[in-house]
């Protein structure tokens, strides 16, 4: 039967990360990618990509615009039934390009930017958990073979960031986003990073600024959520740290999962361990915080 590698990443700039995604996509080699802010139109994406992902047989379903927003899906296992964002799902004040789906392999694959929410309260915070409620609504309606991949913008739990104390009075972690998240997922979803790897410190995510990265100090937001007939077929799920280091990374890493087969073994999360770690709670704060 053979694997099936299923990854989603937040590039933060496709057109930035151009030096470092090829090379990775051949390295991983993953039968099929969500991406999340990919920030190109789809004619410039295509532009960008097209033949390089033709070469090396995938197929390409984008929905993005300039600047901002923007996803797709990579697939080597075929696109079928291709959906440009979200039925009634809200826009701020119009649509963005913020979701996009497609089956591959008999899975129907969600790629998924969930808005930031910037404050607790604002209209952008509204926003998001409208919006949450629509891709909910969306996921209710479709097939029992789903995975939902991508940017959430919310830490599931306390244990999916540094130190719950900095994040207080912020977005990301805040008990609506946690509830919509909750909701969605008792659509029979599978947090699979997190159900192979119940006590490990994982994070996918780690703020450019005041070297938060070396210190591993992140936020888990990055999600593979899995219904359960995909779940069950899960041999390795893992976050590829490795990705976020050296010259010119996006701020947050790959996300990985195998079914079926775990071609480089069951590897866990941490590759590799923090630089210069920060073990006591409440010593560090958000770059942002006063």
């Excluded at 920030?39 to 070469?55: F, N, P, R, S, V």
């Excluded at 210190?215 to 740290?241: C, F, H, N, T, Y």
């Excluded at 590897?267 to 920060?278: A, E, T």
Aim: glycine fraction near 8%; proline fraction near 9%; aromatic fraction near 6%.
């Amino acid at each position: 039967m053979g694997s099936v590698r299923i990854a989603t990443w937040n590039v933060n700039s496709l057109k930035q990360r151009m030096p470092r995604f090829l090379p990775w996509l051949d390295e991983r080699g993953p039968d099929v990618v969500c991406l999340q802010e990919t920030k190109l139109a789809d004619d410039a994406l295509a532009e960008l990509l097209g033949d390089e992902l033709a070469d090396r047989g995938y197929e390409i379903a984008a929905h993005g615009e300039a600047t901002w927003n923007g996803v797709a899906i990579l697939s080597r296992l075929g696109l079928e039934d291709v959906v440009r964002g979200i039925e009634g799902a809200p826009g701020f004040p119009n649509p963005e390009a913020r979701a996009v789906s497609a089956t591959c392999g008999g899975i129907r694959v969600v790629s998924v930017y969930v808005p930031n929410g910037r404050q607790p309260g604002s209209d952008h915070y509204e926003y998001k958990l409208a919006w949450l409620a629509s891709l909910k609504e969306m996921v209710a309606a479709g097939p029992e073979d789903t995975v939902v991949c991508g940017d959430m913008n919310i830490a599931p739990t306390d244990e999916d960031v540094f130190d719950p104390e900095a994040y207080i009075g912020q977005t990301h972690v805040t008990p609506p986003e946690r509830e919509a998240l909750a909701e969605l997922q008792q659509l029979g979803l599978h947090d699979v990073v997190r159900d192979r790897w119940p006590d490990e410190r994982v994070f996918s995510y780690w703020d450019y600024r005041a070297g938060m990265f070396h210190q591993d100090l992140g936020m888990r937001i990055d999600l593979i959520l899995a219904s359960g007939p995909v779940a069950e077929r899960v041999k390795a799920a893992w976050v590829d740290r490795q990705a976020r280091k050296g010259s010119g990374p996006s701020d947050h890493a790959p996300v990985i999962v195998d079914l079926d087969e775990a071609p480089d073994g069951d590897i866990g999360p941490v590759v590799p361990p923090p630089s210069n770690p920060v073990i006591k709670r409440g010593k560090k704060k958000l770059p942002q915080a006063p």
